[in-house]
């Protein structure tokens, strides 16, 4: 049972490390020995995002800085990662706002990249935790990454629903009455999957690569609740509400109709091919049906929608570690800076608790009394 159940997981897991390891073919070898150091306290999507930040920083290091031509990256030693600078460092963020990469075997033309400054940070961030590690085995002299400063970020406005955009979405979802003619053809086959899948991230707020990695097994009608493979490999029980339940449960009644491809029996959530929907088809349905129901947010995605759920969540509770333990969330923190509104909601709080008077009630205040001089203190009388 517990290979069915994680096999799923599994399978990203082995792919992820095939490309990172084909990654580290064209890098360095002390970025295979740092990658393979972390491997243990971190998850398999946080190394492959190292190796493609390192990817690019060698990639730069190689074809814009001179110094560094004459050498592939993967012969590059302990020498020559010594020898990067604060200068090449500075260059290397400018060089991330806007840069093209060569065709490889996954794409068959030279792509441009535009980075903005959270993806910088974390680039900047990945370079520094390798050059801590270069620096903390011995390594090389000095780690030059803490001279250059990170970017700032800036903060923005939460993008989430409000509750008449959620009934349209769902409206959308069940009827498809405003999706285009051609839309319209899938739509029928898909409706009470969508309903599902979308009422799935609102009414729990799970991430999108949760609710692909649902299992049938996973999914407890009786109690209301289901299992779920957080980052990081950890699985917890989540609880879905009424509503919820009987949206998954119509699904629920098609799904077991349906005889999926091989490899894929045991998926909750199917596409059209009967294999285990992926993230990106997930992302693009529900961008679909968020066109139409919001219109103006034309960045609405199952992340967003997690984060109308826990807005929703906090303004009903008030409880902010709810909120995180429900996310899954390992520090408060994040939940506060990026799903619950409480700053809003405490500015909107001010006007309840400062008063003033109104025009024409104000009266110059009484003129204070003059001050009495102090009274002459009385002698004691001296007994004799």
């Keep these: 049972m517990a290979d069915v159940r994680n096999g799923y997981r599994e399978s ?3 792919q992820r490390i095939a490309a990172i390891r084909e990654i580290c073919r064209e890098l360095p070898q002390a970025c295979g020995d740092f990658l393979r150091s972390i491997a243990v306290t971190t998850g398999t999507f946080t190394r492959l995002a190292y190796a493609m930040d390192l990817r690019t920083f060698f990639t730069f290091l190689h074809t814009e800085r001179v110094r560094f031509a004459d050498k592939k990256p993967v012969l590059y ?29 996954q ?5 441009a990249f535009v980075n903005h400054e959270v993806s910088i940070k974390r680039k900047l961030c990945s370079i520094r935790a390798f050059y801590d590690y270069l620096f903390q085995n011995q390594r090389i002299p000095a780690n030059v990454t803490l001279l250059v400063e990170l970017p700032k970020i800036h903060e923005k406005p939460i993008l989430r629903l409000n509750p008449d955009e959620v009934k349209r979405l769902l ?12 839309q319209k053809t899938y739509q029928k086959l898909t409706a009470t999957r969508d309903f599902a899948m979308l009422m ?16 049938l097994s996973d999914v407890d009608f009786e109690e209301n609740a289901f299992l779920v493979t957080r980052k990081g490999g950890n699985q917890v029980m989540l609880y879905f509400p009424p509503e919820v339940a009987e949206a998954l449960a119509a699904y629920y009644d098609e799904r077991i109709r349906i005889e999926a491809q091989e490899g894929h029996e045991d998926a909750f959530f199917l596409s059209l091919q009967r294999r285990r929907i992926t993230q990106r088809a997930v992302q693009n ?8 129901a919001a219109p103006l947010k034309t960045r609405i995605s199952p992340h967003k929608l997690r984060s109308t759920f826990a807005t929703n969540l906090y303004n009903e509770t008030g409880d902010i570690y709810l909120v995180a333990d429900v996310l899954g969330h390992s520090s408060v923190d994040t939940t506060r800076k990026h799903y619950a509104d409480m700053t809003e909601a ?11 008077p109104e025009k024409g009630t104000s009266a ?3 003129s204070e009394p003059e001050e009495a001089p102090p009274a002459t203190p009385k002698r004691r009388r001296r007994r004799s």
Excluded: W
């Excluded at 200068?87 to 400018?94: G, R, Y």
């Excluded at 794409?107 to 792509?111: L, N, Y």
């Design 12 to 14: 990203i897991d082995q």
């Design 77 to 105: 030693d302990d020498g020559d990662l010594a020898a990067v600078t604060a200068s090449d460092l500075t260059a290397f963020t400018e060089y991330l706002t806007y840069y093209i990469r060569e065709a490889d075997l």
């Design 200 to 215: 799935l991230f609102l009414g729990t707020g799970i991430r999108v690569s949760e609710c692909v990695g649902i299992n």
């Design 107 to 111: 794409q068959d033309k030279p792509r």
């Design 364 to 366: 110059a205040p009484a």
């Design 171 to 182: 409206h959308q979802a069940e009827t498809g009455e405003a999706l285009t003619e051609h």
């Design 346 to 356: 405490r500015r909107r709080m001010a006007v309840d608790y400062v008063h003033l």
């Design 285 to 292: 349905l529900v961008k679909k049906y968020a066109k139409i």
